[in-house]
C-alpha cells in the first residue's frame, strides 16, 4: 500500500510524519523531493537557485524517477508513507504546464506508479498567513498565499481527476486529533 501525505507548505505533514513513524515502524517513509542521494543534491537546485518553470519540472520529474525506482518498487508490497508524490507534483506544475503532458511525464518518470490512496492536510488563508509568517520562506513560498491556496486546491483537483482515493483533513486542528485520524485512515487501508 503506497500512501501519500499531501499539503502546501506548513501544513504538518512533516509533523505527522514523525509520528507515524513511531505509529507505523514497519513501514518505508520517503519523501519528495530530496530523499535518494541524487534527489537530495536535486531539492538544493530546486529550492535554491535561479531557474526556470521548465527545469523546475524536469528536476522534480529526475528525483521522482529516482524515488520510485530505488524505493517504492522494491518495497511495493510493503507500507510505503510518503511525504509528497506525484499528487503535489502535477498540483504545482499545472499553473504552467498542461494537465494531461504532466500526468503523461509523470507515468513516464514513475512507470504509472502513483499512490493509492492520499491524505491532504489542508489550510485556511487566515492559518496559513500565521504560519508563513513563522518562518523564512524557500522559492515556493515566495510566490505567495493565494498562490499556495490555488496549489491546496490543484492537489485536491488532482486526486479527483486521477480518481485517487483520499481524505480531506482540516490542518488547523490539534497535531494529536490529525494524527488519530491519519492512523485511523491507514489502519483501515492495511487490515
Given at each position: 500500500?503506497?500512501?501519500?501525505l499531501e499539503?502546501?507548505?506548513?501544513?504538518?505533514?512533516?509533523?505527522?510524519?514523525e509520528?507515524l513513524k513511531?505509529?507505523?515502524?514497519?513501514a518505508i517513509?520517503i519523501?519528495?523531493?530530496?530523499?535518494?542521494?541524487?534527489?537530495?543534491k536535486?531539492?538544493?537546485?530546486?529550492?535554491?537557485e535561479n531557474i526556470s518553470k521548465k527545469t523546475?519540472?524536469?528536476?522534480f520529474?529526475?528525483d521522482r524517477a529516482?524515488?520510485?525506482?530505488?524505493?517504492v518498487?522494491?518495497?511495493y508490497?510493503?507500507?510505503?508513507i510518503?511525504?509528497r508524490?506525484?499528487i503535489?507534483?502535477i498540483?504545482y506544475?499545472m499553473e504552467?504546464?498542461?494537465?494531461?503532458m504532466?500526468?503523461?511525464l509523470?507515468?513516464f518518470a514513475t512507470?504509472?506508479i502513483?499512490p493509492n490512496?492520499?491524505?491532504?492536510?489542508?489550510?485556511e488563508?487566515?492559518e496559513?498567513?500565521?504560519r508563513l509568517n513563522?518562518k523564512?520562506?524557500?522559492?515556493?513560498?515566495?510566490?505567495?498565499?493565494?498562490?499556495?491556496?490555488k496549489?491546496?486546491?490543484?492537489?485536491?483537483?488532482?486526486?479527483?481527476r486521477l480518481?485517487?482515493?483520499?481524505l480531506?483533513?482540516d490542518?488547523?486542528k490539534?497535531?494529536?486529533?490529525?494524527?488519530f485520524?491519519?492512523?485511523k485512515?491507514?489502519?483501515?487501508?492495511?487490515?
Amino acid at each position: 500500500m503506497y500512501i501519500a501525505l499531501e499539503g502546501i507548505d506548513t501544513a504538518g505533514k512533516s509533523t505527522q510524519i514523525e509520528l507515524l513513524k513511531k505509529d507505523f515502524p514497519e513501514a518505508i517513509f520517503i519523501k519528495e523531493p530530496g530523499f535518494t542521494e541524487i534527489g537530495k543534491k536535486l531539492r538544493e537546485i530546486i529550492f535554491h537557485e535561479n531557474i526556470s518553470k521548465k527545469t523546475e519540472l524536469f528536476l522534480f520529474l529526475a528525483d521522482r524517477a529516482e524515488t520510485i525506482e530505488k524505493m517504492v518498487k522494491p518495497n511495493y508490497n510493503k507500507l510505503i508513507i510518503s511525504d509528497r508524490s506525484v499528487i503535489s507534483g502535477i498540483a504545482y506544475a499545472m499553473e504552467w504546464f498542461d494537465f494531461d503532458m504532466l500526468v503523461n511525464l509523470n507515468k513516464f518518470a514513475t512507470d504509472s506508479i502513483f499512490p493509492n490512496y492520499v491524505i491532504i492536510l489542508k489550510l485556511e488563508k487566515e492559518e496559513l498567513q500565521k504560519r508563513l509568517n513563522q518562518k523564512e520562506h524557500d522559492n515556493i513560498e515566495k510566490r505567495g498565499i493565494d498562490y499556495l491556496l490555488k496549489i491546496q486546491q490543484n492537489i485536491i483537483n488532482t486526486c479527483n481527476r486521477l480518481e485517487i482515493p483520499y481524505l480531506l483533513l482540516d490542518a488547523s486542528k490539534s497535531v494529536e486529533e490529525i494524527n488519530f485520524r491519519i492512523k485511523k485512515a491507514i489502519s483501515g487501508l492495511i487490515k
